[in-house]
């Protein structure tokens, strides 16, 4: 049986946990390079899988809408950034896309949970989107995701908190 990770539970209000991980392009990327900006962080459990390629898209389509009210989109997932840029380039997406591999963001943010699919467990990513606020305050939490019509909540929640 996998061993469980600590259940974390992020709360409105409080400030988003710190992270530096590599993007598509192997750059580096923390909190603190998006002071003053909102950050939609949406977390996925793999690349070129059917929901999350579905979720990627739709965030593509909306990150014209999503720079106006100024945020930026960031997708998180442990796939490596090899796998990022076949996902960028096979779904021609404009989005960013975090490498986790070691599961360190995944579980600060504690979305890296003991899952079950047809009675067999195993540590996975539960699909979870999070709003940090310009001041780096988490504004909203959606945890498990449902994909259909999600970029538009967070557009929705995005624009009624900026209010």
Not at 31 to 50: Q, R
Request: charged fraction near 30%; proline fraction near 6%; glycine fraction near 6%.
């Amino acid at each position: 049986m996998p061993a469980k990770s600590k259940q974390i539970e992020l709360k409105t209000g409080e400030a988003a946990p710190e992270f530096s991980l590599q993007d598509q392009s192997e750059n580096n990327v923390t909190l603190k390079d998006f002071k003053s900006k909102w950050v939609v962080l949406y977390f996925y459990p793999k690349d070129n899988t059917p929901g999350c390629t579905l979720e990627a898209i739709d965030f593509t389509k909306e990150l014209p809408n999503f720079k106006k009210l100024d945020a930026v989109i960031l997708g998180v997932s442990p796939d490596s950034c090899k796998s990022h840029q076949k996902f960028i380039a096979g779904q021609k997406l404009k989005i960013n896309l975090l490498s986790d591999p070691e599961h360190k963001m995944l579980e600060d943010y504690g979305v890296w949970q003991l899952k079950k699919f047809m009675g067999r467990e195993y540590m996975g990513v539960v699909r979870t989107t999070v709003l940090i606020d310009p001041k780096g305050k988490i504004a909203h939490v959606w945890p498990n995701v449902k994909v259909d019509g999600h970029a538009e909540d967070v557009k929705a929640k995005l624009k009624e908190l900026k209010k």
